[in-house]
């Protein structure tokens, strides 16, 4: 039925098929009640004018039907108004000021024992008369040992007319009762499942690292789907913690005898680099590997890390760290942007950035971040001696150090490339305005809290 499935959908189409056809019903329902209604007074005046007659009929000295006293009030004295009585056994016939003289056939009525055994009014077929139709009460009497039959009739229209005016009125108050109920259940609906949107926007915010789990929800019906998921979410997260460790064991295991080799391997040893270059390939497949399967393990948690309190973390370290240096720092950055990495790594990344910042700086550190499309472009500038633009791509070889002067192994700023190519980043280094070093750090950002 819908193209595309809907609860919201469903539940207004389903509620206007219902509130529709239970208006129609009811409409109809009160239009026979009103009918019914105008039906049973006009009953109860024909049966009273029928008992008048029955208690006033004589049979005269000369053997005529008689009245004791005249029974043509209204509106049985207007001439052709269709309100009429009449009483005839065959020879005799007596009838009302209304009929101006005509007769009025009775039409044949079933047999009801009941009204015959108890004499009560019977209705009969409506009948027409001079243009108009009639509606027929028919009871008969045993006036002075004569049986007599007693018409009295009514106009169609007194019957039909105040149905119809009660209509006018139904229809409006009806229509306006449905639009009522229609917009009350446009409401019902669009509160009905807020806690469903509210669910939604939750598991949105936990895939964008907004959340780690989802918040304790009001509705009774939606709570087990809640302990669900997060008992789903606390399972990926132990798994995704299980799998770093992993991680770090295996590259720990395997990148640092690889290292070792490389570095282990020379010219006086290895003259030909048939060995070197076999091992820069199980580097190169150990990083490839590595990169993707930490990027299944980190894709789909909503990893979301904020730069400014990270940063504010390790400056706070390092500053106690080279705290005889005097060296200032200078941080420009929005509090509110976001990495989509873990902690750790954005950590590992700019700690290993800043430290080096610090051995190499004079008197100032420059940090700030700015966002590129779908990046955040982080720089770490100091005001140090620099690196000449022919060995900036000796940087980042894992255990070589540009200056033996400065304590260091030569794998911070390998093992931060390495850390930002997982992630799909980059590391570039430049000359600084200053003529110190300048790093722009490339990490994918994380998308924003949804509103």
């Not at 009460?137 to 009660?166: C, F, H, M, Y």
């Not at 940063?311 to 390092?318: E, H, K, N, T, Y």
Request: charged fraction near 20%; proline fraction near 6%; aromatic fraction near 4%.
């Amino acid at each position: 039925m819908f193209k595309r499935p809907s609860i919201s959908k469903r539940l207004v189409v389903f509620s206007l098929v219902f509130v529709t056809a239970t208006v129609i019903f009811a409409s109809v329902i009160l239009y026979l009640i009103a009918a019914g209604v105008v039906r049973e007074q006009i009953d109860q005046r024909l049966d009273t004018q029928i008992e008048g007659l029955r208690g006033n009929l004589f049979v005269d000295a000369d053997g005529k039907l008689a009245l004791r006293t005249s029974l043509d009030g209204p509106p049985f004295d207007r001439t052709g108004a269709g309100w009429y009585w009449q009483v005839s056994n065959g020879q005799m016939r007596i009838a009302s000021r209304s009929l101006a003289g005509q007769t009025i056939d009775s039409p044949p009525r079933p047999l009801d024992w009941r009204h015959v055994l108890s004499g009560a009014p019977q209705p009969t077929d409506h009948m027409p008369f001079q243009g108009e139709e009639l509606y027929l009460r028919v009871a008969s009497a045993d006036i002075d040992g004569k049986t007599v039959e007693i018409s009295v009739t009514a106009p169609q229209s007194a019957l039909t007319a105040p149905a119809r005016r009660a209509l006018l009125w139904l229809i409006p108050v009806m229509t306006l009762l449905g639009t009522v109920l229609v917009a009350g259940t446009l409401l019902q609906v669009r509160f009905g499942i807020r806690p469903l949107r509210q669910l939604t926007s939750s598991i949105s915010d936990i895939t964008a690292g907004n959340l780690q789990r989802l918040p304790e929800i009001e509705v009774e019906e939606l709570k087990p789907v809640t302990q669900e998921i997060n008992r789903l979410v606390d399972q990926n997260l132990k798994r995704l913690a299980d799998t770093r460790l992993h991680f770090a064991n295996l590259a720990h295991g395997l990148k640092t005898p690889v290292t070792s080799l490389s570095l282990a391997l020379h010219p006086g040893n290895d003259p030909d680099g048939e060995m070197r270059n076999l091992v820069d390939r199980i580097d190169r497949r150990i990083r490839h590997h590595l990169a993707r399967a930490r990027k299944t393990a980190a894709g789909g948690t909503g990893l979301r890390t904020a730069i400014k309190p990270r940063i504010d973390d390790l400056l706070l370290v390092m500053t106690r760290i080279y705290s005889d240096r005097g060296i200032a720092v200078h941080c420009d950055m929005d509090p509110e942007i976001s990495v989509s990495c873990a902690e750790e790594d954005v950590d590992e990344i700019l700690g290993n950035l800043i430290d080096n910042a610090f051995k190499w700086a004079t008197g100032l550190i420059t940090i700030s971040a700015r966002t590129e499309g779908s990046t955040l472009a982080i720089v770490v500038e100091d005001d140090g001696p620099g690196i000449a633009a022919a060995t900036i791509s000796d940087a980042f070889l894992p255990g070589k150090r540009l200056d033996e002067t400065v304590p260091g192994d030569g794998f911070g700023l390998a093992i931060a490339g390495e850390l930002t190519q997982l992630y799909g980043g980059s590391i570039h280094l430049s000359k600084a305005a200053s003529g110190g070093l300048r790093c722009l750090v490339s990490l994918p950002r994380a998308l924003p809290p949804s509103t």
